[in-house]
């Protein structure tokens, strides 16, 4: 499919993209302030990263499929309607089980953000061109991504949790209006036959049965898993733990975040000149010696930030090889049903963060050992998957 205006294609897509992820970031620094006012524990405060992850997660099974069937436009505008009025309901929560419940539906309206600009790109580009714009957009997301806890940061410190989220309701009024006046129907394939469920089912099946898709989505989600892991219990780490700021937190965030955007650019420049695989092998390498570093200093007896930001950076470089490179390889045998294969693809990959992001919730997390055994725990898989899936 041509683009008429790709600068402008691709920069909507960024900031779809990123929608998921800024409303889940941008106030991890108040959580700490949160459940003090919401009447809360520090396990609720962490549970509503893990609620919105999980309906983040289910998202992806609903808008995929249905966007192969009527088109990517309409189910994303809706989506981002949904997302728009729990953002609302998050601003003005006074319980925080209330909270959650919100939290749980912004999810479910931002995850169409995300799964639906995955299926644009891929309705749009080849292997190569996805892999290479795939790691361009990752380097302006996750600037955008490594600005949310900064921000929110600051958020907190002037203007107190609920600016934040009046923030984000603005942030969808945004896109909202760029995707309705400036977003045509990229889905060339679209047909209502495959809204039927013989046919949704014959199309899950050739997804689930191919072992580069599975080998590329699994190790996404165990990479995801670490990022969600450190951005759960990092605040409380890194603030009650060790006595730092909001603001103090949301620049370490942000400097983990950095470290991604660097690998991206240079994973971009190594796309053609390396192979696919080799790409995730050299990923993988580096996320396996930064997990083994946090847990050794660990055992070391170095608990302080730099132990945990300098591995935490570390381990965001891999992720940058990881998750470009296994979204080109998973994502070439199928492009007339981009739309499930998104939907699962990203289903697996966020089942990691709400599986990694609920576990943090429950346990005990003074010091950086749940978190550095995490990684290397999922970092050892992700190596095994490699060999086994991705030849």
């Known amino acids: 499919m041509s683009v008429k205006n790709l600068p402008l294609f691709l920069s909507i897509l960024v900031a779809l993209a990123t929608m998921g992820q800024i409303a889940s970031d941008l106030y991890l620094p108040s959580?700490?302030?949160?459940?003090?006012?919401?009447n809360g524990t520090d396990t609720l405060g962490q549970l509503s990263v893990a609620y919105y992850i999980g309906g983040f997660t289910i998202a992806q099974l609903i808008y995929g499929p249905i966007s192969d069937g009527i088109g990517r436009r309409y189910p994303l505008i809706f989506g981002i309607t949904l997302y728009m009025m729990a953002t609302i309901g998050c601003a003005l929560s006074t319980n925080i089980y209330v909270f959650i419940l919100f939290r749980l539906l912004q999810g479910l309206g931002s995850g169409a953000a995300v799964t639906l600009s995955r299926s644009m790109l891929r309705d749009s580009f080849n292997q190569e061109q996805l892999a290479r714009y795939a790691s361009f957009m990752a380097i302006f997301a996750v600037a955008m991504m490594a600005s949310a806890p900064m921000l929110g940061g600051y958020f907190q410190h002037y203007f107190g949790?609920?600016?934040g989220?009046?923030?984000?309701f603005v942030y969808g009024v945004l896109m909202l209006s760029l995707v309705y006046c400036f977003v045509a129907e990229t889905n060339q394939h679209k047909h209502p036959d495959n809204l039927r469920i013989s046919v949704l089912m014959k199309n899950m099946k050739s997804v689930f049965t191919s072992p580069v898709f599975l080998g590329g989505a699994l190790i996404?989600?165990?990479s995801y898993s670490g990022l969600l892991a450190w951005l759960t219990a990092g605040p409380f780490i890194i603030q009650d733990s060790l006595g730092y700021s909001p603001?103090?937190?949301?620049?370490?965030?942000?400097g983990v975040a950095v470290t991604f955007c660097f690998t991206s650019y240079l994973n971009a420049r190594l796309i053609g000149r390396f192979s696919f695989h080799t790409l995730?092998?050299?990923?993988?390498s580096i996320m396996l010696s930064a997990a083994s570093v946090m847990f050794i200093l660990y055992m070391m007896g170095f608990t302080s930030a730099y132990a945990i930001i300098i591995p935490m950076g570390v381990y965001s470089m891999s992720t940058a090889f990881t998750f470009a490179n296994c979204f080109a390889v998973a994502f070439e045998p199928f492009p007339k049903i981009a739309g499930i294969a998104t939907a699962v693809y990203s289903f697996i990959q966020?089942?990691?963060g709400f599986v990694s992001s609920s576990v943090m919730s429950y346990l005990h997390d003074t010091n950086q050992f749940p978190l550095a055994s995490w990684l290397l725990v999922t970092s050892l898989i992700c190596v095994f998957i490699k060999k086994v899936l991705l030849k």
Do not use: T
């Not at 995730?280 to 993988?284: D, M």
């Open 31 to 38: 959580l700490p302030h949160l459940i003090g006012e919401l």
């Open 247 to 254: 603001i103090a937190f949301g620049w370490m965030a942000f």
């Open 220 to 222: 996404s989600a165990l």
């Open 350 to 352: 966020l089942s990691g």
């Open 165 to 168: 989220f009046y923030v984000l």
């Open 280 to 284: 995730v092998k050299i990923g993988l």
């Open 161 to 163: 949790w609920r600016f």
